[in-house]
């Protein structure tokens, strides 16, 4: 089963392609010690939906994992009317965001590990609403702080008692998946958003058990092809994560963005073009992401 913001549905149902890292709703305009961004939100509720729904006509777009967790402007409600809106189930999420915006200070790891808990037990923010993911969680720098490495902690802890998956972020990803690995939880329970270049840093992600999470406007959709190539010829297509990852309204088609369609409309069509067959892409596209959902081993 998988714990959807609209109520549990089974992962049996999930037909269609799965975008496993994206952010519907979202607010980092503000932090604590770093620059302002005021083009870094997102708040476009009907264009969301609108977009959505397009591509479950469109490419059979079947569930989306909404990455937004504490600290980074997330709205249960909000998701739960785009969920509706667009007849696409979405994966709302807990977890502590990074430390610029997250409210960590000098909190131990018991009494991160017991925000987490709460959240995944009683829903989020009183909506009734309750998570299906833990994260996205990591660090803002080029490596985490403390206190990021505590949240990161109590991330795997919270895996650990409830099974649900942890997704990261960060420059350093075998460095946080490594923090993860040392509390005992599987590479198979991960996905690691990996915004680098480096082959041989993807491969050890991959060889590690986790998932390699690749979004199409983070690297650019031929960065994001030629990583992806890379871990397929290799013999990791299983540990292989293609999403879209919007977070501004800029990314919007409405504001002259690519939006959530670009990994079907730019990625996916050049890996195509280079030969990959559509049973590894429908393995990529579906059966990857919802093993990382349910913890069954691939």
């Not at 109520?7 to 980092?28: C, F, K, S, W, Y």
């Not at 600290?71 to 785009?82: C, I, N």
């Not at 972020?169 to 329970?189: A, M, N, V, W």
């Not at 406007?217 to 990791?236: E, V």
Request: glycine share 12%; net charge negative; aromatic share 4%.
């Amino acid at each position: 089963m998988l714990r959807t913001v609209t109520g549990p549905i089974r992962a049996a149902a999930v037909n269609g392609a799965v975008l496993p890292h994206e952010h519907l709703r979202t607010d980092m305009r503000w932090a604590v010690g770093i620059d302002s961004d005021p083009h870094r939100w997102l708040d476009e509720e009907q264009t969301v939906t609108a977009e959505l729904l397009g591509l479950r006509q469109s490419d059979q777009l079947n569930l989306v994992v909404e990455l937004t967790c504490m600290g980074m402007g997330r709205d249960a409600a909000t998701l739960a009317r785009v969920a509706a809106g667009s007849r696409v189930p979405v994966v709302a999420s807990t977890g502590l965001a990074t430390q610029p915006f997250a409210d960590l200070a000098d909190a131990d790891v018991s009494t991160l590990t017991r925000r987490l808990m709460s959240e995944i037990t009683d829903g989020l923010d009183s909506s009734g609403v309750f998570p299906g993911v833990i994260g996205e969680v990591g660090a803002w720098g080029a490596e985490p702080t403390p206190a990021e490495e505590r949240a990161l902690i109590a991330a795997a802890h919270a895996s650990l008692a409830t099974h649900l998956p942890v997704a990261t972020y960060g420059q350093d990803g075998l460095g946080l998946l490594e923090i993860l690995l040392t509390q005992g939880l599987p590479g198979s329970k991960v996905a690691v958003g990996y915004a680098g270049t480096d082959p041989v840093i993807a491969r050890k992600i991959a060889e590690a058990g986790a998932y390699v999470s690749l979004g199409a406007l983070t690297h650019g959709p031929d960065q994001a092809a030629r990583t992806a190539l890379g871990l397929i010829d290799d013999g990791h297509a299983d540990r292989l994560l293609l999403s879209t990852g919007v977070c501004r309204v800029a990314h919007l088609q409405k504001y002259g963005g690519a939006g959530y369609a670009q990994l079907f409309h730019a990625l996916l069509p050049r890996l195509r073009e280079v030969g990959v067959d559509e049973d590894t892409i429908r393995v990529i596209t579906h059966d990857n992401p919802l093993r990382w959902l349910t913890g069954e081993a691939g």
